[in-house]
């Protein structure tokens, strides 16, 4: 139903309660007024018998005509609420009556509530002023026939009223109408009519006869917010096209800054790749001359200073992987190689490793073997636990440590405790940031670079493995890594440690390519001393030129020709027609090996490169 019509319909409803209420006050009124009438006229009756009983028709009635005194009990009887009347005379005799039944009325309660019971007259017969009496006249009203007299009258009275009623309904109906809710109506729909953008085209006009009264005003006061809002757009509009501007504006700083960031993301990223090739390639020549230097020392002083040296080495070796893996971590370049494995041998690795600085320090190192199979980076999760083991035996001076494990809700969590010296609380807000180290005021070399938590904390979150901690003064600490679970296969992978031979390397060939002559001279000294036979090239198509299959080859991933190491490698055994031992050394962050090649990255050790050499040609 419509606004206007459920007005319409509550105006009307209205103005049948008003006119019902008004007419049921008249109503009442008008029947007490017959109700007081019938009574009244019932003793005006009694009043105009009694002064004509006084007349001089009287005496004759009692004393000369008995048969006018039957004629006047008869007439009176003949009135509807008599229904007896009894003449007697002065000496008591009854001289005539007559009596009819009375009226029984249904509702004999309602009777008796609006005129009482049945009464009776006793009227004295006096001639003009005499004080002796002639006689009386005993008269008895019937109140059924007064209240069937009122009764009728009522029931006209309450139909003429309703139709009254009803009547002045319809004229209050359309008299609120036509000057109410019509005028209302029509300012409603020109209300809902405005365009919203332009509300000052759609000025409404005051209806007829109101221009000057209440709807009137509220016309006025319409026009006027709608002006007002008219403006407020306006100014909207201004202010949202100076938004628009300054947006466009922001965002063509966003945009630029954006662009700055990605060229710097992209410099640092160059920066790296050139850092981590560049600086890899000297390191890696010394560390090669190095090794083959030890041969040609006899003195002990000689030999201890090439201890020194080898010593020396080892840690700007570990400085530069560390800070290089901080910044590849930060950059974002390393991309984890998640693959199922069983978890047991590389904690058996990590003990063996760590096994021999544990006893230098006189530390118990347990482990538990679990027997089960992860989901994670193999190699990355290697790292990240070795820099934890590493932590755990430089910072406990007596006791021991402790690798356990632990299942819940589908994974493992490895646990690694020590009785060290345990953290405060505030180092431990701190103990991730780079270069951060506890009980090393001096920064002892020995001691660490306090690069391993900063890197373990990035691995974890770039491996998705959630890392917790717990740690107490004085008491040791407790650092934790949870890794997902996986079925095992079927027929479980034997995994055996190579056994390697004093004398494997002897008489072997190996084909070397690298674009650095340098790196070339060391290494052929360096297998020269194993034993080995070397041939090498500096170019891929000098690579290509040897006929003669080698036992392994070695080659940097980077070479002048815009071909890498590993495009080479899948030639070369096109040509050899057999997929000889290849290892790929890089000074690169990241490098596309599809054939999944073995891969040393810069710079190494010669015990690094000889043990994976013994490896492949197991």
Same mark, same amino acid.
């Given at each position: 139903?419509?606004?206007?019509?459920?007005?319409?319909?509550?105006?009307?409803?209205?103005? %049948?309660?008003?006119?019902?209420?008004?007419?049921?006050?008249?109503?009442?009124?008008?029947?007490?007024?017959?109700?007081?009438?019938?009574?009244?006229?019932?003793?005006? !009756?009694?009043?105009?018998?009694?002064?004509?009983?006084?007349?001089?028709?009287?005496?004759?009635?009692?004393? *000369?005509?008995?048969?006018l005194a039957k004629t006047v009990?008869?007439?009176?009887?003949?009135?509807?609420?008599?229904?007896?009347?009894?003449?007697?005379?002065?000496?008591?005799?009854?001289?005539?009556?007559?009596?009819?039944?009375?009226?029984?009325?249904?509702?004999?309660?309602?009777?008796?509530?609006?005129?009482?019971?049945?009464?009776?007259?006793?009227?004295?017969?006096?001639?003009?002023?005499?004080?002796?009496?002639?006689?009386?006249?005993?008269?008895?009203? $019937?109140?059924?026939? +007064?209240?069937?007299?009122?009764?009728?009258?009522?029931?006209?009275?309450?139909?003429?009223?309703?139709?009254?009623?009803?009547?002045?309904?319809?004229?209050?109906?359309?008299?609120?109408?036509?000057?109410?809710?019509?005028?209302?109506? &029509?300012?409603?729909?020109?209300?809902?009519?405005?365009?919203?953008?332009?509300?000052?085209?759609?000025?409404?006009?005051?209806?007829?006869?109101?221009?000057?009264?209440?709807?009137?005003?509220? *016309?006025?006061?319409?026009?006027?917010?709608?002006?007002?809002?008219?403006?407020s757009l306006q100014q909207l509009?201004?202010?949202?096209?100076?938004?628009?501007?300054?947006?466009?504006?922001?965002?063509?700083?966003?945009?630029?800054?954006?662009?700055?960031?990605?060229?710097?993301?992209?410099?640092?990223?160059?920066?790296?790749?050139?850092?981590?090739?560049?600086?890899?390639?000297?390191? =890696?020549?010394?560390?090669?001359?190095?090794?083959?230097?030890?041969?040609?020392?006899?003195?002990?002083?000689? +030999?201890? %200073?090439?201890?020194?040296?080898?010593?020396?080495?080892?840690?700007?070796?570990?400085?530069?992987?560390?800070? !290089? $893996?901080?910044?590849?971590? $930060?950059?974002?370049?390393?991309?984890?190689?998640?693959?199922?494995?069983?978890?047991?041998?590389?904690?058996?690795?990590?003990?063996? &490793?760590?096994?021999?600085?544990?006893?230098?320090?006189?530390?118990?190192?347990?482990?538990?073997?679990?027997?089960?199979?992860?989901?994670? $980076?193999?190699?990355?999760?290697?790292?990240?636990?070795?820099?934890?083991?590493?932590?755990?035996?430089?910072?406990?001076?007596?006791?021991?440590? %402790?690798?356990?494990? &632990?299942?819940?809700?589908?994974?493992?969590?490895?646990?690694?405790?020590?009785?060290?010296?345990?953290?405060?609380?505030?180092?431990?807000?701190?103990?991730?940031?780079?270069?951060?180290?506890?009980?090393?005021?001096? &920064?002892?070399?020995?001691?660490?670079?306090? %690069?391993?938590?900063?890197? *373990?904390?990035?691995?974890?979150?770039?491996?998705?493995?959630?890392?917790?901690?717990?740690?107490?003064?004085?008491?040791?600490?407790?650092?934790?890594?949870?890794?997902?679970? *996986?079925?095992?296969?079927?027929?479980?992978?034997?995994?055996?440690?190579?056994?390697? !031979?004093?004398?494997?390397?002897?008489?072997?060939?190996?084909?070397?390519?690298?674009?650095? =002559?340098?790196?070339?001279?060391?290494?052929?000294? +360096?297998?020269?001393?194993?034993?080995?036979?070397?041939?090498?090239?500096?170019?891929?198509?000098?690579?290509?030129?040897?006929?003669?299959?080698?036992?392994?080859?070695?080659?940097?991933?980077?070479?002048?020709?815009?071909?890498?190491?590993?495009?080479?490698v899948e030639k070369l055994w096109?040509?050899?027609?057999?997929?000889?031992?290849?290892?790929?050394?890089?000074?690169?962050?990241?490098?596309?090996?599809?054939?999944?090649?073995?891969?040393?990255?810069?710079?190494?050790?010669?015990?690094?490169?000889?043990?994976?050499?013994?490896?492949?040609?197991?």
């Amino acid at each position: 139903m419509k606004k206007k019509q459920r007005l319409a319909l509550r105006q009307a409803i209205y103005a %049948l309660l008003i006119s019902l209420f008004v007419g049921a006050i008249v109503t009442l009124v008008q029947l007490n007024y017959d109700l007081q009438s019938e009574k009244k006229y019932t003793s005006s !009756m009694i009043n105009k018998v009694t002064r004509i009983l006084s007349s001089p028709a009287a005496r004759a009635i009692l004393e *000369v005509d008995l048969t006018l005194a039957k004629t006047v009990i008869e007439g009176l009887i003949s009135y509807p609420p008599i229904y007896s009347a009894t003449l007697i005379d002065y000496y008591g005799t009854q001289l005539y009556s007559q009596t009819r039944p009375p009226t029984h009325y249904p509702l004999e309660w309602l009777v008796t509530e609006l005129f009482g019971a049945n009464k009776s007259y006793d009227i004295t017969i006096r001639y003009q002023n005499d004080r002796q009496p002639l006689g009386q006249i005993k008269i008895k009203i $019937d109140h059924g026939v +007064l209240a069937q007299n009122f009764i009728n009258r009522a029931k006209t009275t309450i139909i003429s009223h309703l139709i009254g009623n009803f009547i002045l309904a319809l004229f209050l109906f359309l008299f609120f109408y036509y000057w109410l809710t019509r005028p209302v109506s &029509r300012i409603t729909q020109e209300i809902a009519s405005i365009n919203h953008q332009q509300p000052k085209e759609y000025l409404i006009n005051a209806p007829s006869f109101h221009q000057h009264n209440e709807l009137g005003h509220m *016309v006025n006061v319409i026009n006027k917010l709608l002006v007002d809002f008219d403006t407020s757009l306006q100014q909207l509009a201004e202010h949202q096209h100076q938004l628009e501007a300054q947006v466009i504006a922001r965002t063509a700083d966003l945009q630029a800054a954006k662009q700055e960031a990605e060229q710097a993301n992209q410099d640092k990223s160059r920066f790296l790749a050139a850092a981590s090739h560049d600086l890899r390639q000297p390191l =890696q020549a010394v560390n090669l001359f190095v090794g083959a230097l030890s041969v040609h020392l006899k003195e002990p002083q000689a +030999l201890a %200073l090439h201890q020194q040296l080898v010593a020396s080495l080892e840690d700007l070796h570990s400085l530069f992987n560390a800070l !290089m $893996d901080i910044s590849k971590l $930060d950059a974002g370049t390393y991309q984890a190689q998640l693959m199922e494995f069983p978890l047991q041998p590389l904690l058996h690795r990590l003990a063996l &490793r760590f096994s021999v600085q544990a006893q230098t320090k006189l530390l118990r190192l347990n482990v538990r073997y679990p027997d089960c199979w992860v989901l994670s $980076d193999q190699t990355l999760l290697e790292r990240l636990l070795s820099n934890l083991i590493s932590n755990a035996i430089k910072y406990t001076e007596q006791g021991g440590v %402790l690798i356990g494990c &632990r299942y819940y809700h589908h994974k493992i969590r490895i646990d690694i405790y020590d009785t060290g010296f345990g953290m405060t609380q505030a180092e431990q807000e701190t103990m991730f940031q780079e270069f951060v180290q506890f009980n090393n005021p001096a &920064r002892v070399r020995e001691n660490g670079l306090g %690069l391993g938590l900063a890197i *373990v904390y990035r691995l974890s979150h770039l491996l998705e493995h959630p890392l917790s901690w717990r740690s107490k003064l004085n008491q040791g600490s407790r650092f934790s890594i949870e890794l997902p679970l *996986v079925k095992a296969p079927e027929k479980p992978v034997e995994t055996r440690l190579p056994i390697l !031979m004093e004398n494997q390397l002897l008489d072997k060939t190996v084909l070397i390519i690298d674009n650095e =002559q340098s790196i070339i001279d060391s290494m052929k000294i +360096l297998f020269e001393q194993w034993g080995m036979t070397v041939f090498s090239a500096t170019r891929s198509d000098q690579a290509l030129e040897y006929t003669e299959q080698p036992d392994i080859i070695i080659s940097d991933y980077r070479l002048n020709d815009k071909e890498n190491g590993v495009l080479l490698v899948e030639k070369l055994w096109q040509q050899y027609q057999q997929q000889v031992p290849a290892i790929i050394i890089s000074g690169d962050s990241q490098i596309i090996n599809p054939e999944k090649l073995p891969i040393l990255h810069k710079p190494i050790l010669p015990s690094q490169l000889r043990t994976l050499i013994n490896r492949l040609l197991m």
